[in-house]
């Protein structure tokens, strides 16, 4: 017959104790809700109708944005022949979300080996619109127009785009031409995979910058949309528009990430800086 276990009764928890670790545990959920990092969490995590995000990339789309880790492999036996422009530009560069200017430096140096002369933004790493750092990025075409003696290309990516857009509505006397590639500046600002990330980083929402502005509405120069099928990131159609919100869409065959390097895309920039009055 088997002995019967001993097993000592556990103390249980008085009341007042377990009403003090709820009490703080309400606490801390309250603190988290009203703290910066509970807000931009609430941002990213934030409900929409399904059909906000109708037409951005599929995840297959996406995973082939890896692409851009055979890059150096790649870079080492390409070869793109760059014939002298007859029509140097001063070219404005701004880089996408996230990105530092440093990741368009190989299209800069192609634009470059042309005869053009390429400029940076000024602000190393994108992290957002806010109005500071918009008015350094006026300052710096106004600098630029005024110290070359002419009007200045801007060329965009992504996020880039939609501020050269805004750039050449408020200044166009200083704007030659805007490039913008794989710029959302058209539909819904959720159609693309990296809305929740924009706003957990920056802080706001889409549809709420801290610098108004109707990206739609085309500026007065002459304005060229790139964009692709393949982009991973941004659904295509708000990167090319509808007529009306630019003067040309030209479809390329690049991921979202190959906007900066793909050499079609700088074959394709060539043209518009040679064209360019």
Excluded at 184 to 201: C, K, L, T
Aim: with cysteine; charged share 20%.
């Amino acid at each position: 017959m088997a002995k019967p276990r001993f097993i000592p009764d556990l103390p249980q928890l008085r009341a007042p104790l377990l009403a003090a670790v709820g009490a703080a545990g309400a606490q801390a959920q309250q603190a988290y809700a009203v703290s910066e990092f509970g807000r931009r969490v609430a941002l990213a995590r934030e409900a929409i109708p399904e059909g906000h995000e109708a037409g951005k990339p599929q995840l297959a789309r996406l995973l082939g944005e890896a692409q851009v880790l055979l890059e150096p492999v790649r870079r080492r036996r390409r070869k793109i022949a760059i014939a002298a422009t007859s029509n140097p530009q001063v070219v404005m560069i701004l880089p996408g979300f996230a990105t530092h200017p440093v990741r368009m430096r190989y299209l800069a140096r192609h634009l470059e080996s042309a005869g053009h002369i390429t400029k940076r933004w000024g602000l190393g790493f994108n992290w957002g619109p806010n109005e500071q750092n918009f008015a350094a990025m006026e300052a710096r075409l106004l600098d630029l127009h005024a110290r070359h003696g002419r009007k200045v290309v801007l060329v965009g990516w992504s996020l880039g785009g939609l501020y050269a857009r805004e750039l050449a509505t408020r200044h166009p006397q200083a704007v030659a031409k805007v490039v913008s590639m794989g710029s959302p500046f058209s539909g819904s600002p959720r159609a693309n995979n990296v809305w929740r990330a924009y706003q957990f980083i920056t802080g706001h929402s889409v549809d709420a910058p801290p610098v108004a502005a109707d990206l739609s509405v085309k500026p007065p120069v002459e304005t060229v949309a790139l964009w692709s099928a393949n982009d991973g990131v941004i659904a295509p159609r708000c990167a090319a528009g509808r007529p009306g919100e630019r003067d040309r869409a030209i479809a390329m065959r690049c991921t979202h990430m190959g906007f900066t390097y793909d050499p079609q895309v700088i074959a394709t920039l060539l043209v518009e800086l040679e064209t360019t009055i």
